[in-house]
């Protein structure tokens, strides 16, 4: 038998959340706040947000990057920044802030399925959906695994189309050599509290147009009065706070994700030959951060669904959950007037489910979650044959 | 003589030793126009330490319920529903309350110069109306001239120096069957005849900005005792989730995070004495500037008491114009700003475009928002500085002539 005794329970009794969660130390946290307070600068584009912005363009490889109070506000203000008309084309198979950041710009999302192997749109899956009200194209770097970056830029330059990605997964990711960050028009990354860099809330816009990040700089506050306000401004500035636990963070974030490769590489050794589960796979030749464990149910084979692993899972604590569920095009506003058939993203929303892997899982909490898969797929099998 | 955070005494004999003109700068450290309370950030450490062993950081956590529990007690209401800020509050807020089919929000030109961008981020467009000269609010008379089928909701401003009328402006909207939202941001801790401000209109909105009463870093609040439109925002402000973890309605990020509700919680209980801090240095600031014969002060027999700003008028006897006397202020390191000016109707035509009749028809704004200035206040402020800007005052009002033959030669 492999893992834990059958009644082990995670951290003595404490449930075993999704997320990151990554924090730094007390004397760093400390130090950082101490100074912020006796600078008594709290905010409006203080010293530490001035130099994240510095940092975070070096890390990604971009000329600019742009802190703002969260990555749904980024996308906001990206897709208004760009003045667009009429359609963006985005996939249903997102978080809700991709999608409703077309809407709070004022423009319609065009919901797409995605690739079953890359879960992300590619410029096969976008192409036909291309029509004349179409303004640009938002992809999504879902699990931190590129979304064809280089398929969609041929097309949206071939279509005279906006690129925008959606990198919320995406911090210290890589595809082809190259920082995930300068692919398209702009990309916009979360540091969301759950990611893998944490800035309790928080985010950013990178981009090499020099004429978007100076708007994009202007309309995240309403700073800067000089007649030539742009439309929409916002107060969307990252506070001081955020920007001293970004920049913590981000000191750590190599180690971070090497932590996170090992426990992804524990998740797959004890996964290794489960009938019906399926491991999402980081293609070795590319750079990932790891923050995520996705696997998906095969009922037929696993002999349980996606739902009742859950349920197996959360009795001993393991808050595994599904993502996303459901489609965003199953959700309303958008669901109010038809429903677009999106099949893979409909497959994906009912098999995948992501689980635990933090500074808070240990390496037995992660054999114990994978004989609890183990014996969930094993019952349900033999109970299978016995019916039959 | 400097001190890293003292005024630089001046021994005032020659207008060459104002900074403007190459002299040392009064303060050496900049003296700010917000609060920048910092009261108790120990008890800040303690919460935060808190927040990191749940792990929750942010998401709804225990800080952001309790301070929004402690909250909605302050202002005597059902709701209090927290924001990432002020903007996102009367961002979702306006969506919300707008009559359907309407477009206009009402709101007075003389205020914050965000708020059109937020009107129209929720889909609505601005529609300015003159202020009370005395009072500097939105003039009832003028908003019942104003409001028609169109207008989708009456956007209150209360000021430092005034409330707003809220019982005419409620009976003017009222009878027009328009919703009524107060930014209340400078409202905080003052009543309407007894009731708290927070308590009145459809809902009122106030800032955890550093520069304000209650310093979260950033940070704002709804108050209501309406439970749908609490239910609304709650979902809002969470990308429209609801309870079972389904989106049910287009939502957004608008959530506060949990070192932030730190801060503002571990300040809170200091309310009252930065208040009387802010009141006893505007008393200062009254007694030292009033041998001045061409200053004076806005008319704060309305204000809700939290002297959170102080607002110097320029009378038009004065040598100087306004903007003359900001531009000494600033080089002296007194980071003092124009109060609401220029005017929004007046800041920026391409994006809000009123026609040149609908400019003249904001009359009082267009007087208002040239006279007064914002004067530094708050924690960094000490009495010995506000004595020190009285004599800078005074030694402008003595040389006046040389100064200004100065300022006005080196403009040409």
Same mark, same amino acid.
């Not at chain 1, 997964?169 to 890589?174: E, F, I, S, T, Y």
């Not at chain 1, 506050?221 to 007649?227: I, K, Q, V, Y």
């Not at chain 2, 120096?161 to 409620?170: G, H, V, W």
């Not at chain 2, 919680?265 to 009254?286: G, K, M, Q, T, W």
């Given at each position: 038998m492999t893992g834990a005794p059958p009644n082990h329970d995670p951290l003595n009794g404490k449930p075993l959340h999704v997320g990151q969660l990554n924090l730094p130390s007390t004397e760093s946290f400390r130090e950082a706040f101490d100074g912020l307070f006796d600078r008594r600068f709290?905010?409006?584009?203080g010293p530490l947000e001035r130099q994240l912005d510095r940092e975070l363009a070096q890390r990604f490889g971009v000329r600019h990057a742009i802190g703002v109070v969260n990555a749904t506000v980024a996308l906001m203000l990206t897709l208004r920044a760009l003045d667009l008309k009429g359609e963006v084309i985005v996939p249903?198979?997102?978080? *809700?802030a991709t999608v409703q950041s077309v809407s709070w710009a004022g423009l319609k999302p065009v919901f797409c399925d995605v690739d079953p192997d890359s879960q992300t749109l590619t410029a096969q899956t976008v192409a036909p959906l291309i029509? *004349? $009200? +179409?303004?640009a194209i938002m992809g999504v770097h879902v699990w931190? #695994? $590129?979304?064809d970056p280089i398929g969609l830029q041929e097309l949206s330059r071939r279509h005279g189309l906006k690129l925008l990605f959606d990198?919320?997964? $995406?911090?210290?990711a890589g595809f082809r050599g190259r *920082? @995930?960050?300068?692919?398209?028009d702009a990309e916009i990354f979360s540091f969301h509290a +759950?990611? @893998?860099?944490?800035?309790?809330e928080g985010g950013c816009i990178t981009t090499d147009d020099d004429e978007l990040a100076a708007r994009l700089r202007k309309m #995240?506050?309403?700073?800067?009065?000089?007649?030539s306000t742009p439309l929409? #401004?916002?107060?969307a500035k990252m506070s001081e706070a955020q920007a001293a636990m970004a920049l913590l963070g981000l000191r750590d974030l190599d180690g971070l994700i090497e932590q996170n490769r090992r426990r992804y590489a524990l998740y797959l050794g004890h996964l290794?030959? @489960? *009938?019906?589960i399926r491991f999402i796979d980081y293609a070795g030749d590319e750079a990932s951060n790891y923050q995520y464990i996705v696997l998906s149910i095969d009922p037929p084979v696993a002999g349980l669904s996606r739902d009742m692993m859950l349920e197996r899972l959360r009795s001993r604590? @393991?808050?595994?959950? #599904?993502?996303?569920?459901?489609?965003?095009?199953?959700?309303?506003p958008y669901s109010a007037d038809s429903v677009p058939h999106l099949p893979v993203t409909d497959w994906l929303c009912d098999t995948l489910i992501q689980l635990p892997t933090s500074q808070q899982v240990s390496d037995r909490d992660i054999a114990t979650i994978c004989s609890t898969i183990r014996d969930a797929v094993m019952t349900s099998r033999d109970a299978a044959k016995e019916s039959a | 003589m400097t001190t890293s955070n003292g005024p630089v005494p001046k021994p005032?004999?020659?207008?060459?030793? &104002?900074a403007l003109f190459g002299?040392?700068?009064? !303060?050496a450290e900049p003296r700010a126009?917000?609060?920048?309370?910092?009261?108790a950030p120990e008890r800040f450490f303690d919460l935060a330490s808190g927040a990191f062993e749940r792990r929750w &950081?942010?998401?709804?956590g225990p800080l952001v319920q309790e301070l929004e529990e402690k909250l909605s007690r302050l202002h005597g209401t059902v709701h209090c529903i927290a924001f990432a800020n002020a903007c996102f509050a009367l961002m979702l807020a306006l969506r919300s309350l707008a009559r359907p089919g309407a477009r206009k929000v009402i709101l007075p030109? &003389?205020? !914050?110069?965000g708020l059109p961008h937020l009107i129209r981020w929720a889909g609505l467009v601005p529609d300015y109306c003159d202020v009370d000269? /005395?009072?500097?609010?939105?003039?009832p008379d003028r908003l019942a001239e104003r409001?028609?089928?169109?207008?989708? /909701?009456v956007l209150a401003v209360d000021n430092v120096s005034a409330l707003c009328d809220i019982d005419a402006i409620e009976t003017v909207a009222g009878a027009a069957g328009v919703p009524v939202l107060l930014d209340s941001v400078y409202g905080i801790?003052?009543?309407y005849g007894g009731v708290p /401000?927070?308590?009145?209109?459809c809902a009122s909105v106030f800032s955890l900005h550093?520069?304000? &009463?209650?310093?979260? !870093?950033e940070g704002g609040y709804l108050t209501t005792d309406d439970d749908a439109l609490a239910q609304e925002l709650r979902r809002q402000r969470n990308f429209g989730f609801g309870d079972d973890g389904t989106v049910r309605q287009l939502g957004m990020n608008a959530k506060l995070n949990e070192l932030h509700a730190a801060l503002a919680l571990s300040n809170l209980p200091h309310l009252e004495s930065i208040v009387a801090d802010n009141a006893r240095r505007f008393d200062i600031y009254r007694r030292n500037f009033a041998?001045?014969?061409w200053l004076s002060f806005a008319?704060?027999?309305?204000? =809700?008491?939290?002297?959170?700003l102080v607002l110097l008028e320029v009378l038009p006897?004065? =040598?100087?114009s306004r903007e003359e006397l900001i531009r000494i202020l600033r080089a002296e390191n007194a980071l003092v700003r124009p109060y609401y000016s220029p005017p929004l109707h007046r800041s920026d035509a391409a994006l809000f475009g009123p026609s040149e009749a609908r400019m003249a028809e904001l009359p009082v704004t267009d007087s208002v928002s040239g006279r007064f200035i914002q004067m530094p206040v708050g924690d960094t402020m000490s009495a010995a500085d506000i004595a020190e800007l009285a004599r800078l005052f005074a030694f402008l009002d003595e040389h006046s002539r040389p100064i200004l033959d100065r300022l006005r030669s080196d403009n040409q």
């Amino acid at each position: 038998m492999t893992g834990a005794p059958p009644n082990h329970d995670p951290l003595n009794g404490k449930p075993l959340h999704v997320g990151q969660l990554n924090l730094p130390s007390t004397e760093s946290f400390r130090e950082a706040f101490d100074g912020l307070f006796d600078r008594r600068f709290f905010a409006n584009h203080g010293p530490l947000e001035r130099q994240l912005d510095r940092e975070l363009a070096q890390r990604f490889g971009v000329r600019h990057a742009i802190g703002v109070v969260n990555a749904t506000v980024a996308l906001m203000l990206t897709l208004r920044a760009l003045d667009l008309k009429g359609e963006v084309i985005v996939p249903a198979f997102t978080f *809700p802030a991709t999608v409703q950041s077309v809407s709070w710009a004022g423009l319609k999302p065009v919901f797409c399925d995605v690739d079953p192997d890359s879960q992300t749109l590619t410029a096969q899956t976008v192409a036909p959906l291309i029509g *004349p $009200a +179409t303004a640009a194209i938002m992809g999504v770097h879902v699990w931190g #695994r $590129a979304c064809d970056p280089i398929g969609l830029q041929e097309l949206s330059r071939r279509h005279g189309l906006k690129l925008l990605f959606d990198a919320a997964h $995406a911090v210290g990711a890589g595809f082809r050599g190259r *920082p @995930i960050g300068g692919f398209g028009d702009a990309e916009i990354f979360s540091f969301h509290a +759950t990611k @893998i860099l944490n800035g309790v809330e928080g985010g950013c816009i990178t981009t090499d147009d020099d004429e978007l990040a100076a708007r994009l700089r202007k309309m #995240r506050s309403f700073h800067e009065a000089d007649g030539s306000t742009p439309l929409f #401004r916002m107060n969307a500035k990252m506070s001081e706070a955020q920007a001293a636990m970004a920049l913590l963070g981000l000191r750590d974030l190599d180690g971070l994700i090497e932590q996170n490769r090992r426990r992804y590489a524990l998740y797959l050794g004890h996964l290794d030959g @489960i *009938p019906g589960i399926r491991f999402i796979d980081y293609a070795g030749d590319e750079a990932s951060n790891y923050q995520y464990i996705v696997l998906s149910i095969d009922p037929p084979v696993a002999g349980l669904s996606r739902d009742m692993m859950l349920e197996r899972l959360r009795s001993r604590q @393991i808050l595994a959950r #599904r993502y996303f569920h459901p489609g965003m095009h199953r959700t309303l506003p958008y669901s109010a007037d038809s429903v677009p058939h999106l099949p893979v993203t409909d497959w994906l929303c009912d098999t995948l489910i992501q689980l635990p892997t933090s500074q808070q899982v240990s390496d037995r909490d992660i054999a114990t979650i994978c004989s609890t898969i183990r014996d969930a797929v094993m019952t349900s099998r033999d109970a299978a044959k016995e019916s039959a | 003589m400097t001190t890293s955070n003292g005024p630089v005494p001046k021994p005032g004999n020659s207008p060459a030793e &104002l900074a403007l003109f190459g002299g040392t700068p009064l !303060f050496a450290e900049p003296r700010a126009t917000g609060q920048l309370a910092n009261r108790a950030p120990e008890r800040f450490f303690d919460l935060a330490s808190g927040a990191f062993e749940r792990r929750w &950081l942010t998401n709804q956590g225990p800080l952001v319920q309790e301070l929004e529990e402690k909250l909605s007690r302050l202002h005597g209401t059902v709701h209090c529903i927290a924001f990432a800020n002020a903007c996102f509050a009367l961002m979702l807020a306006l969506r919300s309350l707008a009559r359907p089919g309407a477009r206009k929000v009402i709101l007075p030109s &003389l205020t !914050f110069r965000g708020l059109p961008h937020l009107i129209r981020w929720a889909g609505l467009v601005p529609d300015y109306c003159d202020v009370d000269p /005395v009072y500097h609010t939105l003039d009832p008379d003028r908003l019942a001239e104003r409001i028609d089928a169109d207008t989708a /909701v009456v956007l209150a401003v209360d000021n430092v120096s005034a409330l707003c009328d809220i019982d005419a402006i409620e009976t003017v909207a009222g009878a027009a069957g328009v919703p009524v939202l107060l930014d209340s941001v400078y409202g905080i801790g003052g009543s309407y005849g007894g009731v708290p /401000v927070g308590a009145r209109g459809c809902a009122s909105v106030f800032s955890l900005h550093a520069t304000k &009463l209650i310093n979260g !870093f950033e940070g704002g609040y709804l108050t209501t005792d309406d439970d749908a439109l609490a239910q609304e925002l709650r979902r809002q402000r969470n990308f429209g989730f609801g309870d079972d973890g389904t989106v049910r309605q287009l939502g957004m990020n608008a959530k506060l995070n949990e070192l932030h509700a730190a801060l503002a919680l571990s300040n809170l209980p200091h309310l009252e004495s930065i208040v009387a801090d802010n009141a006893r240095r505007f008393d200062i600031y009254r007694r030292n500037f009033a041998d001045i014969p061409w200053l004076s002060f806005a008319d704060y027999s309305r204000s =809700p008491g939290n002297y959170c700003l102080v607002l110097l008028e320029v009378l038009p006897e004065a =040598p100087y114009s306004r903007e003359e006397l900001i531009r000494i202020l600033r080089a002296e390191n007194a980071l003092v700003r124009p109060y609401y000016s220029p005017p929004l109707h007046r800041s920026d035509a391409a994006l809000f475009g009123p026609s040149e009749a609908r400019m003249a028809e904001l009359p009082v704004t267009d007087s208002v928002s040239g006279r007064f200035i914002q004067m530094p206040v708050g924690d960094t402020m000490s009495a010995a500085d506000i004595a020190e800007l009285a004599r800078l005052f005074a030694f402008l009002d003595e040389h006046s002539r040389p100064i200004l033959d100065r300022l006005r030669s080196d403009n040409q």
